[in-house]
């Protein structure tokens, strides 16, 4: 979502303020940093990189700090680098031509709605495009900040959402990738009229633009994946087959403290049914490890889990303390040492599920939607159900698909050769 409301800032600055993009910092009028505070890390990272950023910039160019941290730290932003112009908190984004030619422009209001604001259009890439279907989220899991930086969550109108996507795939972006915080709950609450549409029926409007050929999405809630939502999944040919499920934890208990919505059978039951039903599928999950209160049993749970749904990618993390959350006010907050115990033990058993499931695509052929020239050379692309595939060829195969057999399959990504 962060990589989308860069491009937004950058069409914004394009078309109304006349700014292009540089390389080089010497160069540049402005620099933004767009951030996420999800975990700590990134937040101090935030002071030592705009520091840095401080010292090298030309003279009298600005520097913009934007995303969620501006959202969860506003002013004292100000205090820490006197430097910063502005502070631009995430859903402010339609807000940034008068961010910088306003002195010390601070807007981090959550409840600020922007979704029926049409964005200009800049995108990174030729061949996939990113839509945002809602914005904010109404989820209120204990350890995480996001509603705090992100607000209440609202759908963008459908109309919207299905005119983006089809001008984007008109210029050739035969890919779209849908984003929202909590996509299968689209549709809950506008802010404008009223539609009667969910995320089902919002993928399918999508597959009937002629010029879309693959739809992707992220991320789905688990709670939120009704028989309804994977029959859809798995009958329209257009969406992926490839399936984020953020597991968070495999303990029901844990789940309860976390106010995830679900237990571990039903995460389970939902995990093996799709499997069940679409025998390609790939299943990527995020996980936290050493959330407070975990115990060796829980974290036993989360490893059982895993070995029932083998998931293609895992985005495992340690716990992080975050202000403004419930979790953070939890008893038995747990030593980060077992945390970081837990995460390698989880990741050398999640290294072993991916060497097992490389060796099994070894001889398959998969079509291949080629989007980049790697620097190593290598044409890099995506199976339907989400695989990184590489291949040695032309940069002209960019933005077409090609039949590709796997003949060296490596634990992040698989490479082959094309075959007719
Ligand atoms: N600590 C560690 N990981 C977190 N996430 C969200 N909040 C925290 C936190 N406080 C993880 C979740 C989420 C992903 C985007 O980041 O796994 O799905
Ligand atoms: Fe955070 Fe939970 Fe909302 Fe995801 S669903 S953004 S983890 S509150």
């Known amino acids: 979502m962060n990589v989308r409301d860069s491009e ?3 069409a914004e600055l394009g078309d109304k303020e006349h700014y292009t993009l540089t390389d080089n910092m010497q160069d540049a009028d402005l620099i ?15 002071f030592s990189e705009i520091g840095k950023y401080n010292k090298r910039k030309k003279e009298g160019a600005k520097i913009g700090v934007c995303g969620c941290t501006a959202s969860h730290l506003g002013e004292e932003i100000f205090r820490r680098a006197p430097y910063v112009s ?38 990174n890439s030729l061949y996939k495009a990113y839509v945002n279907i809602s914005i904010g989220c109404d989820k209120k899991c204990t350890y995480c900040i996001v509603p705090q ?54 993928l399918n409007r999508i597959s009937e633009i002629p010029e879309v050929e693959r739809i992707r999405f992220t991320s789905p809630h688990p709670l ?15 969406v992926c087959k490839s399936m984020h499920m953020p597991l968070q934890s495999g303990s029901t208990h844990i789940l309860e403290q976390m106010k995830r919505g679900y237990s571990k059978e039903w995460f389970l039951d939902r995990a093996l049914k799709l499997r069940a039903m679409i025998p390609d599928v790939s299943i990527s999950t995020d996980i936290i490890v050493a959330f407070p209160g975990e115990s060796e049993e829980d974290f036993e749970d989360t490893l059982d889990v895993m070995r029932q749904v083998k ?16 979790a953070a006010e939890f008893d038995h907050q ?22 097992e499931i490389a060796e099994s695509k070894r001889g398959k052929i998969y079509p291949v939607y080629i989007e980049e020239l790697r620097n190593s050379g290598f044409l890099a692309g995506r199976s339907d159900n989400n695989a990184l595939v590489q291949i040695e060829g032309d940069e002209n195969l ?14 992040l990504a698989l490479y082959g050769d094309i075959v007719l």
Request: net charge neutral; with cysteine.
């Open 8 to 10: 937004h800032i950058i």
């Open 32 to 46: 933004l940093i767009n951030t996420c505070s999800v975990r700590e890390k990134p937040v101090s990272k935030l």
């Open 86 to 123: 502005f502070v631009l908190g995430a859903r402010n984004v339609s807000k940034i031509s008068t961010a910088v030619n306003t002195e010390r422009f601070l807007s981090v209001d959550t409840d600020y709605d922007e979704s029926n604001y049409a964005f200009g259009e800049f995108r």
């Open 149 to 202: 930086t992100r607000g209440e969550e609202l759908s963008i109108p459908s109309e919207l959402i299905i005119n983006e996507a089809r001008k984007a795939a008109l210029k050739g972006a035969k890919e779209i990738f849908l984003l929202g915080q909590n996509v299968n709950n689209y549709g809950r609450r506008f802010s404008g009229v009223d539609e009667k549409i969910d995320f089902s029926d919002l």
């Open 224 to 238: 939120h994946m009704d028989d309804k939502f994977l029959e859809t999944f798995a009958n329209n040919p257009k």
């Open 311 to 326: 998931f293609e990618q895992v985005f495992a993390f340690k716990y992080s303390a975050r202000p403004l959350t419930k």
């Open 334 to 355: 747990i030593d980060p040492e077992i945390g970081a115990q837990r995460l390698e033990r989880l990741q050398l058993m999640q290294d072993e599920i991916l060497d």
């Open 398 to 411: 960019l933005g077409t698909t090609v039949n590709v057999k796997i003949t060296n399959p490596k634990r």
